[in-house]
């Protein structure tokens, strides 16, 4: 998977104990769990390289919680986050062993284990990496809505394929998915008479910024929570 330095810029300092919810087991894989346990409409959140336990990728799966969603953030990294401050770390193996076609039916994995547990509608966003995940889950009716945010490497023919409704938020300095991909990918979704879509550009933002940002910088903030109501606003429109 071709990858842009970007993806690996402002690397978050993780923490297993961050967040308001709890880490349980689903579906095979240690997860992050918040919001109303018993909560039939869920939302599936896929990080990106540097896994569930990015801080303020918690702190949105909370703030998604508090509307009313089941929440969860799987560990489809498998305990082995990006992680450049390690001397021996290998990127290219590491990009080799952690494919999105493997987070793809890792995530059909924890969908079932949703429905396993009576929840009867699901959506999914994707960050990154998490976002060419999603673009493939997409591709079938096992969720109710999608984003992408900040994606990854999506090709047009995995666009052409959506069958739900489906919101990318793209940032307007970014190498892996410039604004105006959004634009055209935008554009695709718009010819599906049966397949609600949305495309935005953040301006003045980069790859990453609505889970790596700056708690100092209040340009950063804002644009980052914008993004977040985009994408809660989402939700709630579709997964009910």
Excluded at 140 to 156: F, K, S, Y
Excluded at 220 to 226: D, F, L, N, P
Aim: hydrophobic share 40%; charged share 20%; net charge negative.
């Amino acid at each position: 998977m071709a990858t842009s330095t970007q993806c690996y810029e402002n690397p978050p300092t993780l923490n297993s104990t961050c967040g308001a919810g709890n880490v349980e087991a689903l579906g095979g894989f240690k997860t992050y769990v918040t919001g109303p346990a018993d909560s039939k409409i869920a939302i599936l959140l896929v990080s990106d390289v540097f896994g569930f336990e990015a801080p303020k990728l918690r702190k949105l799966a909370d703030k998604v919680g508090a509307a009313g969603f089941l929440v969860v953030v799987p560990d489809f990294l498998y305990g082995d986050p990006f992680d450049l401050t390690n001397p021996l770390f290998n990127r290219e193996a590491w990009i080799a062993l952690h494919t999105p076609g493997k987070g793809y039916e890792d995530a059909k994995l924890v969908i079932q284990a949703l429905k396993s547990r009576g929840v009867s509608a699901i959506g999914a966003a994707g960050f990154c990496w998490g976002a060419v995940v999603v673009s493939k889950v997409v591709a079938t009716e096992d969720i109710q809505a999608a984003v992408l945010l900040h994606p990854g490497r999506i090709t047009v023919e995995e666009i052409s394929q959506v069958k739900v409704p489906m919101a990318i938020l793209g940032a307007e300095i970014d190498q892996s998915f410039p604004s105006e991909q959004v634009k055209q990918y935008e554009e695709i979704l718009s010819t599906k008479c049966k397949v609600d879509s949305f495309g935005k550009v953040y301006p003045g933002v980069a790859h990453g910024w609505t889970v790596r940002y700056n708690e100092e910088e209040e340009f950063a903030v804002k644009s980052a929570e914008e993004a977040h109501e985009d994408m809660l606003n989402w939700f709630i429109k579709h997964v009910k």
